[in-house]
């Protein structure tokens, strides 16, 4: 079973329904070169056997079931040599047809900011901007609505939250990350709709939290257990949300707001710090 069954609904029936998705098209890359070589976040230990052919049925089921809700899914071909280009979030930000590149902190990585790069240019994108401040794409930007929520404190320097803002000409609301285990803004934080999102407080600085309230105050909060467990690393369409299967809380807590979610196991995936988001890079078009 590649997902838990979307037909046990414990919803009562006026609740059902009344979400809707829009149809998404998303950038994915198989982890054809997948392993963990190196650590640059506390899930990595390359001591730690990594099964290459689990991880990649793990992707394949996350790849079908995007298509099988309806989604288009492109692929980029994978780099040897560049284990973590899985995660496709890292690659890019993309909104209104406009693609921010990524600018990689760590040297292992840094290959795999042109490398995406230039498959947007290949695919006929016109308006490219290579940064010019360290930014991990979708990693730390997320976009609710018309406007972005940008984190840093780990890997996205502050000042590309600018330089993002300048190039798209929407509004973006740093977030300071404080947690290692939650390096990344997608890992801490997940858009559900247009305007609501869910989140683990404890990986956010004090006057983060606050904004946070301030801009989403009936947000879901996430438990301990559930961030854990990579929960919060999941994907809405609107209506279907996909994320780590172990996250039993979370999947309850949607499940109560009227959103299908869908559970998905990544676990080879997770031993390098990623999950379902993490795989899955949005293309929003004009
Ligand atoms: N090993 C990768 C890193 O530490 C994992 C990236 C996860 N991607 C994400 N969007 N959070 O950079």
Redesign the pocket.
């Given at each position: 079973m590649p997902y838990t069954d979307p037909i046990r609904d414990s919803r009562p029936a006026d609740r059902r329904g009344k979400r809707t998705a829009t149809h998404r098209r998303f950038l994915m890359c198989p982890p054809r070169h997948f392993e963990?070589s190196y650590s640059?976040?506390p899930?990595?230990d390359p001591k730690k056997p990594v099964d290459g052919g689990l991880a990649f049925a793990q992707w394949e089921q996350l790849r079908d079931l995007y298509r099988e809700l309806g989604h288009t899914v492109e692929t980029i071909e994978p780099i040897p040599g560049l284990p973590?280009m899985v995660?496709a979030?890292?690659g890019a930000t993309v909104v209104d047809g406009r693609v921010f590149g990524a600018r990689?902190r760590?040297a292992e990585?840094t290959a795999e900011g042109p490398a995406y790069l230039s498959w947007f240019v290949e695919q006929g994108y016109r308006e490219v901007h290579w940064p010019e401040h360290i930014n991990?794409?979708?990693?730390d930007y997320l976009v609710v609505g018309r406007r972005l929520l940008a984190g840093t404190g780990f890997?996205t320097d502050p000042r590309s939250h600018a330089e993002a803002q300048e190039f798209f000409g929407l509004p973006v609301t740093g977030l300071t990350l404080v947690n290692p285990d939650f390096?990344?803004l997608?890992?801490a934080l997940a858009v559900l709709s247009d305007d609501e999102v869910m989140y683990y407080p404890d990986a956010f600085s004090a006057g983060s939290q606050s904004v946070l309230r301030e801009m989403f105050p009936n947000a879901i909060l996430a438990a301990a257990e559930d961030a854990a467990v990579f929960g919060l690393?999941a994907l809405s369409d609107g209506k279907h949300v996909v994320l780590p299967e172990a996250a039993t809380g979370l999947i309850e807590q949607l499940r109560s707001r009227g959103f299908e979610a869908i559970g998905v196991e990544l676990a080879e995936l997770l031993k390098?710090?990623?999950s379902v988001?993490?795989c899955t890079l949005e293309l929003r078009g004009r």
């Open positions: 963990v640059i976040n899930w990595m973590d995660f979030a890292n990689f760590h990585r991990e794409g979708e990693g890997r390096y990344h997608d890992t690393n390098a710090g990623g988001k993490c």
